[in-house]
Structure formats: C-alpha cells, structure tokens
C-alpha cells in the first residue's frame, strides 16, 4: 500500500514537473499576452536560453578546470638550503635577481700558493753566500768558474723574492676585481667561473713576470753589458801598455756576441790551467751573464748530499758549513732536472690553492626573491570565482540576445503583393517616429514579477527606467569622450626577439626600446676580436741569426767604437728582440684584454655598440703601448742611471793607470760623441761608419744608423732607410769584410705604410712597430650573448 502511494506520489511529482518546464517562461510580456505566436517565442526562447547557459556552463567549467597555466610563484628572501631545493626542482625557470650584482673577488675567492723548497732552503740565505764568497779572496785566475756560484745563488734568492712580490701585487688587483651577476649563479656555473679567474689569473701573473724578465734579458744583450765577472768579454791590455781593449768569450762555439745563452758545465779544475777537472757540478752552467747560465741549470747536485758536501770542499776555505740537500721525497711537480728557467715559467709554486666559497658569495649577492614557474592546474576557488564572474555577464548577454535571436527567426511574414510593398514603406516610415517615441514612453526595464497594474508602481519603473537610459548614455558618451581624446602609455612585451626583430622595433621605438639582457656581464673575446700586422722588419733577413752572424767582425780587437761592424750584430739584435718583446706584450695584454667584460644591463644599439667597441680598441691599443714603452724607459733610465759599461766600449773606455802608491789600477773614461760626453746623456751619438780595408774605398757612413753610448740608444735615433734601397745594401755589404755577398734583400717600399723610410726605430717602438690594427666586432654574437 505504502509503495503504491510512493510511486503515485513520484508520478504526480514528474507530471507536475514536466507541465512547469513545458509552461516554463523567462522572457513574459508586460503586460502579459495571450497571443498564441509570442506565448509560443517566449517558452522556445526559454528553453533556448536554457540549453545555451547549461552548455556554456559547463565548457567553461571544463577549460578552467582541464586547461594547463603557467603559475609563476615568487619566494621572499630565500636561504641557501631554500634556494638549492628551488634549484634542484625549477632549475629551468629559476630566477633570484641579487641585491648586490657585483661582488669583490675577495668576498668569495681565495688563492694560495706554496714555493719550490729552494726559495725556502739554506741556498738562497746570507750565510750560504757569505759563506761561499770566502774563496774569492783566495782565487788567482779571473777565468775560475767558481767566482760565479755566490751571485747565481743571489740572482735565485731575487728570483724567489720578486715572485712572491709580484704575486702578491697580482693578488691585491685580482681581489678587488668584481664578479658581476644579475642573478644568483648556480653552484656549477660559479665553480666553473671562478676556476677561469684564477686560471686567468694564474696566466697573467705569469705573462706579466716573464714579459718583465725578457726585456731586462734582451736589452741587457742588445747593450752588451760588460759582466763584472768578465763572464762574456775579457779584458785585453794592448801594446801600450795603458789602454784597454774587449773581446768576446766563447762556450762551446758559442760567441756571447751573437747569443747571450752560451754555457760551460761549471767545472773546477786542479790547476789554473783549466785542462784538468777535479769536479764537474751535475746541472749547473756557467755562461755569458750569470742569470742565463742560472736559468739553463739545475738542482739536481742540490739534491744529493754527497755533491753538496764535496762542492763545499771547492767552494770554501773554511770549515764545512751544515747546509742540508732539498728534499727529493716532497711531492713535486718538479723533477731534479728541472731547468731553473722552467721553474720561472711556473713561477717557481708547487702548488695553487685556490678556494671559491659558494656560501659566502650567496650571503654577498642576498637575493631578494625568487621567481620560479610550473605548469599547473586552476584550483577550486579560482573555477568557483571564475564561474561567478563570468555568469553574470552571461545570463545578461543570453537575456538580450536569446528572445531576440528566436522572435527573428519566427517572425510571421505577411503576403505582400509587390503594388502594396510601397504603400507599406510609406506607412512605415510616416509611423516611424510614433512608433519609437511609444517605445520609449512605455519602456520598462524593472517590470515587477508577477507584473503589476497599480498605477503608481508603472510610474516608478518607467520613470526609473528613462533614469536609467540617461544616466547609461551619458556615461558612456563620458568613457567615449574621455578614451578617445586621453594620451595613454601602452607598454608592449615581445618574449625573446630575435635580432631582426630587435632591429625592426629599434627602427620604430628608439626612444623608448628596452630589452633586459638575459646575461649583464659578457667578456670581449664573445664578440670582440683583435688582429695586427708587424712592419715589415719584423720579418725581414735583417733580424735572423744569419744576418746577424755575417756583421760579426773577424777581428774585433782593432774596431772602433763607431764602426758599424763593431755595434751593427747587436743593433739588429736588439731590433729582433724588440719584434719579440712587442709580440709578447700584446699577446699578454690581448689575454687580459679578452677576459676584460662588457657590462650592459639592456641591449646596446648598434650604433653604441660599435662607438663603445672602437673605444675598448682604442683603450687597448694606448694601455699596451704605454706598457711597454714605460716598461723600456724605466730600464734605459736605471741604465744609464748605474752607468753600466758596455762591453763593446761604446760608452767608457777602460785604461791601465798608477796610483799614488804606484799600484795598478784600472781607470774608466767618458766616451764622447759629438761634444756630448756618455757620462752625462745616454742618448750621445755619432754617424754609423765602415773604414774599408781597402785603401781606394775610403769610408762608407751608413745613411740613416747611428752608434753611441749604449747600442740600444743609438738603434733607437736610427732609421731604417739604407735598407729600404737595395744599393746602399749592396754597397754596405761590400765594405763588410767576408769571402762572399749575403743575399740581403731590400725592405719594399712600395707597400703601404703608416710609417716612412725616415722614420726613426723610436717611433717604430712607440707606435708598437705596428702598421695597421684589425678589430673586428660582431654585434650578431653580442647579440646572442646578451
């Protein structure tokens, strides 16, 4: 009974439920109609509008609620630990822009350094030379190798010394370099970074030292400088008994003439003879100038006891002193046969300890956020706000288009006869404006539900209605007025332009373009390259080993101070090293030069670009010649300063004089050239000349060269125009005593030059014997950089 009742009850429920969705009416008439037609648009348009909003409804709910976002999420003042998990997880679409962008090295970088034992062994002390010279007082030939030791152990110990100075100076210019970084660098990135500083680092201290090193050497062989231990000329009392002249020694073939690096294995003999050995020294040398033989030895006798102990004996009158061998078990980069020079060029460390604290470069960057991104899903709440936001402008949008939409597609047509389509259009037209203006004057947008017929309550809502028409009309008229006529800014984004695209918005928005660069920092070798051309001299016959040969003399003994013969083999010497000098310098500073970075936080116009490229070319080219030409002053100035003596005697004569005690001493004289005395300019010159030994040629001057004080002063007021003519090198070539001709070709002067046959090597030196610089910059490589 209860079920029969139940299932009557559902049907009644269903059969009332279907009349009301059947009568249901959303759009009613006011006031209401009976008019079968409209009735009909009403109900149609209801359920119209229904399906409509049930179906959009629900795609909209389902693209909010299936559709992939991207969600960007921002972390405020992340800790190390936050940022390293934010890493691990985003490291893609990580971002966390740094409070400070640029960081001291020092902040986060440490080098250490550890030397070779010998900079720390008894070798290089006080006691161990002292102790060595007291032999000297006790030698009687000058030739005996064992005046040397005590000042190649000195020249170690400076060695030992002026690196530890230059790297510590090294060090105070590295640390206060900046790292630069917009945001926070990942621990790789920042480990690979700063191993390339101190690799640079490393390099450039390197290069800088032995740049340093070279010139000393190659200007102290283009001078000729007399060694005070007679290790490269000897002194030669002629027939008169009072004056003095040079001659070059030989090692093993080798003239100190025409190489500074000739050696002797440092033997010491029995007797002063010199033909019999008592002791050959494993790995060390005696030579020309004591630091080139030093950087041609080795340690290796410095590592056995038993040759320490037995040196000694030939080394000291006095009793043995305690200096103990150098390690051979300490771990080593080095082998016992390792030249002294190869131990410069490492710079004499063991071992680089370099330490980059990725910590403490956090704790100097402390970002400020960070901004990560991830593909997600729209939660609840932002569907449920979003379904509500958007229904009320839907049902308004279906309400005004839905009746609308259904009354046009039923309205009734009447049948019209073609004679009365006319009359309609006049009726319709003369009836418009009442038409219209009933319209208005019976609108009512706020009808009251059920709909009423007092009287009163028509009036409100007609009188609001009008209310409400004017008051929409004129605000919109206001927002039309106001947003056609206001100025307004619009800032257009455009993700990741390609470098046309850049170009094409440059073209348009100068003024007002920005494009934030992805990296701030960019070194110039990315997109900045640097190539030269050396004056043709550089490359000529007149630097090489077999030019220079041929100038040496047969018998130097009866030369002049002014012969060309005399002075010309370590003029062009000179000239040879300064090509190599000038090489290594710009090689070094190009190192430097690279690494340097270009700093710009927005892309660089083109123009810019390039106005600022040609200023880093600029600043380059000055620098590096002022480098070196400030490096050469400096030793021409302590030169003349410490009044060296030349070996070719080209600034002082040596003479034998008496004393008042009638002893004999040595006595030096001031060269003069030209009433200019050498002892107070070194810059004094006379005419290069040959004195033929043939008596029908008279003397040949050597257009253009000079000789003087010092080689290298005199090279320097010189010119190259005898040898841009190839009969002046002919007749040159004549004069030069030798069994036959060099082929010697002529510089051509027919190629293009900054410089002309006039031009003195001093010029040459202060323009870096450079004839044209090539920068090259590449803004498409910037471009992709930034």
Same mark, same amino acid.
């Given at each position: 009974?209860?079920?029969?009742?139940?299932?009557?009850?559902?049907?009644?429920?269903?059969?009332?439920?279907?009349?009301?969705?059947?009568?249901?009416?959303? =759009?009613? !008439?006011?006031?209401?109609? #009976?008019?079968?037609?409209?009735?009909?648009?009403?109900?149609? *348009?209801?359920?119209?509008?229904?399906?409509?909003?049930?179906?959009?409804?629900?795609?909209?709910?389902?693209y909010t609620s299936l559709a992939d976002i991207t969600k960007t999420i921002n972390v405020a003042t992340p800790t190390l630990t936050k940022y390293e998990q934010l890493y691990s997880k985003y490291s893609q679409t990580l971002t966390c822009p740094c409070k400070h962008i640029s960081v001291n090295y020092q902040k986060f970088l440490s080098i250490e350094y550890t030397f070779h034992q010998i900079c720390t062994s008894v070798f290089i002390t006080d006691?161990?030379?002292?102790?060595?010279?007291?032999i000297l007082h006790y030698l009687d030939t000058t030739n005996d190798p064992r005046i040397v030791v005590s000042y190649a152990f000195q020249a170690l110990g400076a060695f030992c010394e002026l690196i530890e100075s230059t790297i510590n100076n090294s060090l105070i210019? =590295?640390? !206060?370099?900046?790292?630069? #970084?917009?945001?926070?660098?990942?621990?790789?990135?920042?480990? *690979?970074?700063?191993?390339?500083?101190?690799?640079?680092f490393k390099l450039s201290t390197t290069n800088n030292f032995l740049l340093s090193l070279n010139m000393i050497r190659?200007?102290?062989?283009?001078?000729?400088?007399?060694?005070?231990?007679?290790?490269?000329?000897?002194?030669?009392?002629?027939?008169?008994?009072?004056?003095?002249?040079?001659?070059s020694i030989s090692y093993c073939d080798c003239n100190c003439r025409l190489s500074s690096t000739c050696v002797n294995q440092l033997s010491i003999y029995k007797n002063d003879s010199g033909n019999v050995t008592s002791f050959d020294v494993p790995g060390f040398y005696v030579g020309c100038y004591v630091i080139e033989a030093l950087l041609q030895s080795t340690l290796q006798c410095f590592y056995d006891q038993t040759c320490i102990d037995e040196l000694q004996v030939y080394l000291t009158t006095a009793s043995l002193m305690n200096a103990t061998a150098l390690d051979p078990s300490l771990s080593s980069q080095y082998s016992e046969n390792s030249t002294i020079e190869y131990l410069l060029n490492n710079l004499m460390i063991e071992k680089w300890n370099s330490t980059p604290i990725y910590d403490r470069y956090y704790d100097e960057c402390q970002p400020i956020q960070c901004t990560y991104t991830i593909k997600t899903r729209n939660s609840v709440i932002h569907i449920i706000t979003t379904m509500f936001g958007i229904i009320g402008g839907l049902i308004t949008v279906l309400k005004l288009?839905?009746?609308?939409?259904?009354?046009?597609?039923?309205?009734?047509?009447?049948?019209?006869?073609?004679?009365?389509?006319?009359?309609?259009?006049?009726?319709?037209?003369?009836?418009?404006?009442?038409?219209?203006?009933?319209?208005?004057?019976?609108?009512?947008?706020?009808?009251?539900?059920?709909?009423?017929?007092?009287?009163?309550?028509?009036?409100n809502q007609k009188i609001s209605t009008r209310l409400y028409v004017l008051l929409l009309i004129l605000s919109i008229t206001i927002l039309l007025l106001y947003t056609s006529l206001t100025d307004i800014t619009i800032t257009i984004n455009v993700p990741t332009p390609t470098l046309t695209k850049y170009e094409q918005l440059y073209s348009k928005y100068s003024q007002t373009l920005t494009c934030p660069c992805k990296h701030i920092s960019i070194n110039y070798e990315k997109f900045l390259s640097i190539e030269y051309t050396f004056h043709q001299i550089c490359t000529s016959v007149f630097i090489t080993d077999e030019w220079i040969s041929y100038l040496m003399m047969s018998n130097e003994s009866t030369a002049a101070n002014i012969n060309f013969q005399w002075t010309g083999s370590n003029a062009f010497q000179a000239l040879g090293a300064f090509c190599e000098l000038i090489e290594s310098t710009i090689n070094n500073s190009l190192i430097q030069f690279n690494s340097t970075q270009y700093i710009t936080a927005s892309v660089a116009s083109l123009e810019l670009f390039k106005s600022q490229a040609q200023s880093?070319?600029?600043?380059?080219?000055?620098?590096?010649?002022?480098?070196?030409?400030?490096?050469?002053?400096?030793?021409?100035?302590?030169?003349?300063?410490?009044?060296?003596?030349?070996?070719?005697?080209?600034?002082?004569?040596?003479?034998?004089?008496?004393?008042?005690?009638?002893?004999?001493?040595?006595?030096?004289?001031?060269?003069?050239?030209?009433?200019c005395g050498c002892e107070r300019s070194s810059t004094c010159i006379a005419q290069s000349s040959i004195l033929s030994s043939h008596a029908n040629m008279g003397t040949f001057y050597v257009p253009g060269f000079y000789t003087g004080c010092y080689v290298i002063e005199a090279l320097l007021q010189s010119t190259l125009r005898c040898f841009y003519d190839q009969n002046c090198i002919n007749e040159l070539l004549l004069y030069l005593p030798s069994a036959s001709l060099m082929n010697a070709i002529a510089l051509n002067s027919s190629l293009t030059s900054q410089y002309s046959e006039d031009s003195t090597i001093e010029y040459l030196l202060n323009n870096l014997m450079i004839e044209e610089w090539n920068p090259t910059q590449i803004y498409d490589r910037y471009y992709d950089e930034c």
């Open positions: 009974m209860n079920m029969t009742n139940t299932c009557r009850r559902a049907l009644e429920f269903w059969r009332k439920f279907k009349q009301y969705c059947q009568n249901l009416n959303l =759009f009613p !008439s006011v006031p209401l109609t #009976t008019d079968e037609h409209q009735l009909k648009n009403q109900i149609i *348009s209801t359920r119209l509008y229904i399906i409509l909003f049930t179906l959009s409804i629900t795609i909209l709910l389902l006691e161990w030379i002292t102790h060595n010279d007291v210019q =590295f640390n !206060s370099s900046q790292y630069i #970084t917009a945001s926070v660098a990942s621990s790789d990135l920042f480990q *690979s970074q700063a191993q390339s500083f101190v690799d640079q190659k200007t102290t062989q283009g001078n000729a400088f007399l060694s005070g231990q007679l290790t490269n000329y000897y002194l030669k009392v002629k027939s008169d008994n009072s004056s003095v002249s040079t001659n288009v839905v009746p609308r939409l259904v009354k046009f597609i039923r309205k009734r047509r009447s049948r019209l006869s073609p004679s009365n389509i006319g009359v309609l259009l006049t009726t319709y037209v003369r009836n418009l404006f009442p038409i219209l203006k009933n319209y208005f004057l019976t609108l009512n947008l706020f009808p009251s539900w059920p709909p009423s017929t007092d009287e009163h309550q028509l009036k880093f070319v600029d600043q380059f080219i000055s620098s590096t010649t002022n480098t070196f030409v400030s490096s050469l002053n400096t030793i021409r100035n302590s030169t003349h300063g410490d009044s060296l003596v030349s070996g070719l005697l080209t600034n002082y004569l040596i003479s034998v004089g008496t004393s008042v005690s009638n002893e004999a001493i040595v006595l030096t004289g001031s060269v003069v050239y030209s009433n």
